[in-house]
């Protein structure tokens, strides 16, 4: 930019300052946060560079994508990065430039119920030119597109999965003139406007200033490709979270010193895109009417034995089952092989184990005194022989005095007493003699008094 059209520019702002600041004065509070003071510049704005989002930090953050501002260093880059709304429910509209009255005009983002009007312009990872696809409000959280959004390791809770639209397939960063877009706000995009919008916020802020500060940022020094072009958080440009450019800016035109070879085959990442775009976006009318009046092919059976892709896989190992199918294998009896299997299988040794050392409960062991044995455990006892050591302790154990007393008191059996009736008598004991000369015995006399 030459010194003359440098001076006018300054100028220019100085003008519109001074024309706008009696108007931010005199408007109330919320108005005076909607009230931004535009930027015209005769320049276009370079292409948007193509990028990887990094991924989501935390739940609860909305990916706010990066575009090109304009400052004293020129166009420099702000990258994109992940933000906290200032209030929940609150939505993202990005900023854009659009070409009016032979100036381009920049536009500042906002925060309001419902995304506006942002130029047509494909930010990509949601921002497809129209609204916004890559999440939505539900009650007090936030629910994130899987296909608009890098997850990286973290498991996110509230996703599901929904097609992206893109209203054009460029990378135009502008609106209108030479070589801009040529895309309308629609009615919703105008009742948006309509809306109470906030600026951004603190932290957006600072982000803004930090990559206006970065001179590695500023496109006269990266030719439009800057090294830093999104970050997990605002303001980290030299942390682990931001990324690099995929590949080099598309649809570009070649520079008049360098031009750029018609033969030269597009990059990888950018035929994929393309392939992607190719399938998501809508047939023409006229070909559609042939389609649908031309038969079907015959279907091909997928083979029952062939695995699916492992990213399939994948995606569906990760990704929690629906609460209803869960409450519904919870309901569902096991089959009566698995059944019968599981009662036939052997505990392990382990559960064996703390299920012999656990006691058992005191209502339980209450229940098992209190239960009659068995008639046959009964007989089993009484037929059963004692221990000889606990035979030998009571042999020598004198019975207690009462139990003495009962069996003193207790009349012998009929079959005992019979048997004592009939047995004969002992013979008497034959007289002892005196063979020492001695006194005879005490028996001996007795016998002979008689």
Do not use: C
Request: proline share 17%; net charge positive; charged share 10%.
């Amino acid at each position: 930019m030459t010194f003359s059209r440098s001076l006018a520019l300054r100028r220019t702002l100085l003008a519109t300052a001074i024309l706008a600041g009696p108007l931010l004065l005199a408007a109330p509070a919320p108005a005076r946060a909607q009230l931004m003071i535009g930027i015209s510049i005769t320049i276009a704005p370079p292409m948007l560079p193509v990028y990887v989002q990094p991924p989501l930090p935390e739940e609860g953050y909305i990916w706010i994508p990066g575009y090109w501002a304009y400052g004293p260093v020129g166009y420099y880059w702000v990258p994109g990065t992940w933000v906290l709304p200032p209030e929940i429910g609150l939505l993202w509209t990005p900023p854009y430039w659009a070409w009016e009255n032979g100036y381009y005009i920049f536009h500042s983002g906002y925060w309001a119920r419902h995304v506006g009007y942002y130029g047509g312009i494909n930010y990509g990872y949601g921002y497809g030119g129209e609204g916004y696809d890559g999440g939505r409000w539900h009650d007090d959280h936030f629910d994130y597109n899987r296909a608009a959004n890098n997850f990286g390791q973290m498991r996110v809770r509230n996703a599901y999965e929904q097609h992206l639209r893109n209203i054009n397939d460029t990378r135009v960063s502008y609106n209108g003139g030479n070589g801009g877009l040529r895309i309308p706000p629609s009615p919703q995009d105008l009742q948006a406007a309509h809306e109470n919008h906030m600026r951004p916020t603190a932290e957006q802020e600072r982000h803004i200033t930090a990559a206006e500060a970065d001179p590695a940022l500023a496109w006269r020094h990266n030719d439009g490709r800057p090294p830093i072009a999104a970050t997990s958080r605002p303001g980290d440009f030299r942390g682990t979270g931001w990324q690099n450019p995929a590949q080099p800016m598309l649809n570009q035109p070649a520079s008049p010193m360098q031009p750029r070879p018609l033969n030269q085959p597009a990059p990888p990442a950018y035929q994929q895109q393309q392939q992607q775009q190719q399938m998501n976006r809508p047939a023409p009318p006229a070909y559609q009417q042939q389609h649908m009046n031309q038969p079907a092919p015959p279907m091909q059976p997928r083979p029952l034995n062939q695995p699916a892709p492992p990213a399939y896989q994948q995606q569906h190992m990760n990704q929690p089952a629906p609460p209803a199918y869960q409450q519904q294998q919870m309901n569902r009896p096991a089959p009566p092989a698995y059944q019968q299997q599981q009662m036939n299988r052997p505990a392990p040794p382990a559960y064996q184990q703390q299920q012999m050392n656990r006691p058992a409960p005191p209502a339980y062991q209450q229940q098992q005194m209190n239960r009659p044995a068995p008639p046959a455990y009964q007989q089993q006892q009484m037929n059963r022989p004692a221990p000889p050591a606990y035979q030998q302790q009571h042999m020598n154990q004198p019975a207690p005095p009462a139990y003495q007393q009962q069996q003193m008191n207790r009349p012998a059996p009929p079959a005992y007493q019979q048997q004592q009736m009939n047995r004969p008598a002992p013979p008497p004991p034959e007289p002892q003699k005196n063979n020492g000369g001695g006194a005879p015995s005490q028996h001996w006399n007795d016998q002979k008094k008689d």
